[in-house]
């Protein structure tokens, strides 16, 4: 069992910059591939950023590349994304989640067991 808690978000001008911070519980989190994704209401989640239980492997949707980078520090039990340069279009809630064990990185939902209640982003033009 994984629990996450989502924070970090709120109203940013675009241009902008937000950290979110994902904090999990549960002893099986370093053992997971952890990802972030963002949903607008009436709309589908959509895939965000991943990372490897290691660390060492990202993976982007290419609307973020470039702009949002994901990172973990296992020892915290924290997940982050670090989202520069915001745009409206970013606006979303943004949800942490932890992968089935050995899967994650290409993004699909349907391969991520645990989901954080969310976090709100507005992005203003």
């Known amino acids: 069992q994984v629990q996450l808690v989502e924070s970090g978000g709120g109203l940013v001008q675009a241009g902008g910059s937000l950290r979110l911070s994902c904090a999990a519980s549960g002893r099986t989190f370093s053992s997971r591939a952890m990802g972030w994704f963002r949903q607008v209401p009436g709309k589908e989640r959509e895939f965000v950023a991943a990372?490897?239980?290691?660390?060492?492997?990202?993976y982007y949707a290419d609307s973020v590349k470039g702009r949002f980078s994901i990172s973990r520090d296992n020892a915290k039990n924290t997940v982050y994304l670090q989202m520069n340069s915001l745009k409206p279009e970013d606006t979303a809630d943004y949800y942490c989640?932890?992968?089935?064990?050995?899967?994650?990185?290409?993004?699909?939902?349907?391969?991520?067991?645990?989901w954080g209640q969310g976090t709100q982003v507005t992005v203003s033009s």
């Open positions: 990372i490897s239980w290691s660390g060492g492997s990202t």
């Open positions: 989640a932890a992968a089935a064990l050995g899967y994650g990185l290409k993004g699909r939902v349907s391969e991520y067991d645990y």
